[in-house]
């Protein structure tokens, strides 16, 4: 039968199968990327052939089993470098904040970890200077991944919710939050008022209203292409 991890590496190895011509020297980041291409290559390779072998002899349970391990160690060796991958992209998006952005990758998004104490409004001002927002509708596996980060210390986070018009609104299209909600914290929301946004307890992983005056770490949100 075949394997369900083949079909991620016959899509993997379309991507990667590319060749790399010769011609100027390269800048540094570019031969990083270059050097892990190849590497990702001739993993593929290996793994491509294994595939093709397996598609076409009836392999022993005992040695089959071993190849599959085999080939499930090669596709982590894979995630990881697209994950290293990802995270400098993520880091150059958020460049223009800092030198050395604290940033991290969930769910093809990129994070940014806000480490100073700012308003609310500070703080979304940062994350629209360079085409982000506050984290928005964020689900209860997102709030775990930002909570138990260690750059906030267990401090509680801005994110892209606060009132408006008489309603808890997320910042990126005014979609309303029912006061109802599962992710509010117990007794929570119990103010109303315009100068009320929302914040994550680190602690207890659930939303909570505060001042928007106040200061805060916060997170930025944005899409990787």
């Not at 894979?78 to 400098?88: G, Y």
Request: proline share 4%; charged share 20%; hydrophobic share 35%.
């Amino acid at each position: 039968m075949f394997h369900p991890s083949f079909g991620l590496i016959l899509v993997f190895s379309q991507l990667y199968n590319t060749c790399i011509s010769s011609g100027q020297p390269l800048p540094p980041d570019r031969q990083a990327r270059v050097h892990e291409a190849r590497m990702e290559q001739r993993i593929l390779s290996d793994i491509r052939s294994f595939v093709m072998q397996t598609c076409s002899t009836d392999y022993k349970p005992g040695i089959l089993s071993s190849k599959i391990q085999n080939l499930t160690t090669r596709i982590v060796a894979i995630e990881k470098l697209l994950l290293s991958q990802r995270r400098r992209e993520c880091t150059a998006l958020f460049g223009s904040l800092e030198s050395n952005p604290v940033v991290d990758v969930f769910e093809d998004q990129c994070y940014y970890f806000g480490q100073e104490n700012v308003t609310w409004i500070e703080a979304q001002e940062k994350c629209q200077s360079v085409g982000a927002n506050l984290v928005t509708v964020p689900t209860s596996e997102l709030i775990y991944f930002l909570s138990v980060s260690p750059h906030f210390h267990g401090a509680p986070f801005w994110i892209g919710l606060r009132w408006s018009d008489r309603n808890w609104k997320w910042v990126t299209d005014g979609e309303v939050v029912e006061e109802k909600a599962t992710q509010w914290g117990v007794g929570q929301p119990n103010g109303r008022s315009s100068n009320l946004c929302v914040v994550v307890s680190t602690k207890v992983k659930k939303w909570y209203d505060r001042i928007c005056k106040r200061t805060f770490y916060f997170v930025c949100e944005l899409g990787l292409s």
